[in-house]
C-alpha cells in the first residue's frame, strides 16, 4: 500500500492506498480503537476487484493530525475531514464504507453531504438519530453504552487505558471479537498507533464530542426529528455485538430511502473481521 498525508479541513490525515489507480475509488473508514488496519482483511479483496481502495487514519488515530479540544471532534467537523479527502483525489460522488465511529462519519456525510455520495455501507452502526433515541430511552442500550460515560473523566481513562502496555484496552479489543478473530500480531500493530503521541486523547475525545452533542440534542437544543438517508445504504451487522444493540438496525434502515440490511448470527461487532469473506463479498456487490 501507499502512504501519505493528505491536507484537508485544515488538518493532516494519513491515508493509505492501494488498487489500480484508475479504479473505481472506495473509501474505508475505522473505528475505534482501530484505525487503518481495521479494514486489513477487505482491502486486498476490494483491490482484486478492481476496486481503489483509500483508507485514511481519522484524526486523532495513529499518524494523522491530533488538534486539541473536544470541539475539534464534533461529527460534522470529522465529516468534512471527508469531503476534503473527495476532493483532493477528484471524486465527485464516493463509494463510502464505515465501521463503528466510522459508521457515524459515513452516516453524518450521507446526511449533510447526499450529493457526494453515490453508495453507502454501514456495518454494525445505527443511524445517529436511532442511536441517540435509543440511549435516551432504552435502559438496555443505555446499559450496554456504559462505556461511553465512563470515557468522559478527563486524565483517568487516559491513564487506565495506556497503563501495562495498554493492557485494558487491548483486552477491551480481543475479548469483544470473536475467539482468534485478534491475534497477537493484530494487537501489536494496534499498540503501535496507540503509542502516537496524544492519540489516546484524540480517540476519547470522539466520545466526549458526541456527549455535548447528545446533551444538546436531549435538551431540545437541537432538531429532534429523525433525519431522512438519500443514498442507496447497505447495512451489515454482527448480532453478537455486545455494545450496540441489533434492535437498532432495522429502525436505521427504514431511515434510508433505498436500503438493505444483511445479518451475521455468530458475527460480533467486529463484523469485517469475523465473517470476512462474507462481508467482502456483500461489499463487492453492492459497490458493483
Not at 68 to 87: E, M, P, T
Not at 185 to 197: F, I, L, R, T
Not at 231 to 260: E, F, H, N, Y
Amino acid at each position: 500500500m501507499q502512504s501519505q498525508l493528505i491536507r484537508t479541513n485544515n488538518i493532516n490525515l494519513h491515508v493509505m492506498t492501494d488498487g489500480p489507480e484508475h479504479g473505481t475509488a472506495v473509501i474505508l473508514l475505522h473505528g475505534f480503537p482501530q484505525f487503518h488496519y481495521g479494514w486489513k482483511d477487505q482491502i486486498p479483496a476490494l483491490t482484486r476487484a478492481g476496486f481503489r481502495v483509500i483508507v485514511p487514519d481519522q484524526r486523532g488515530y495513529n499518524l494523522s493530525d491530533k488538534p486539541k479540544g473536544i470541539s475539534a471532534y464534533d461529527v460534522d467537523v470529522l465529516a468534512n475531514d471527508i469531503i476534503g479527502l473527495l476532493d483532493h483525489f477528484g471524486i465527485q460522488k464516493a463509494k463510502l464504507v464505515g465501521h463503528d465511529w466510522g459508521a457515524v462519519v459515513a452516516w453524518t456525510v450521507a446526511i449533510n453531504h447526499p450529493e457526494r455520495l453515490e453508495k453507502l455501507a454501514i456495518l454494525n452502526v445505527p443511524h445517529p438519530d436511532v442511536m441517540t433515541d435509543f440511549v435516551l430511552h432504552n435502559p438496555i442500550q443505555r446499559k450496554k453504552s456504559w462505556y461511553v460515560f465512563f470515557f468522559q473523566l478527563p486524565w483517568l481513562v487516559e491513564w487506565m487505558l495506556g497503563k501495562n502496555d495498554f493492557e485494558y484496552l487491548a483486552r477491551m479489543l480481543v475479548q469483544s471479537g470473536r475467539k482468534n478473530t485478534f491475534t497477537d500480531v493484530d494487537v501489536a500493530e494496534h499498540k503501535k498507533a496507540w503509542s502516537q503521541k496524544g492519540a489516546l486523547t484524540g480517540m476519547l475525545n470522539w466520545y466526549r464530542a458526541a456527549m455535548r452533542r447528545g446533551l444538546r440534542f436531549a435538551l431540545g437544543h437541537e432538531k429532534s426529528s429523525a433525519r431522512r438517508v438519500q443514498v442507496p445504504t447497505l447495512m451489515l451487522w454482527g448480532k453478537r455485538d455486545g455494545a450496540l444493540s441489533s434492535d437498532m438496525a432495522q429502525p436505521s434502515i427504514d431511515l434510508c430511502d433505498t436500503g438493505g440490511l444483511v445479518f451475521y448470527e455468530n458475527a460480533t461487532h467486529w463484523v469485517q473481521n469475523d465473517a470476512s469473506a462474507e462481508v467482502n463479498q456483500k461489499l463487492i456487490e453492492f459497490m458493483s
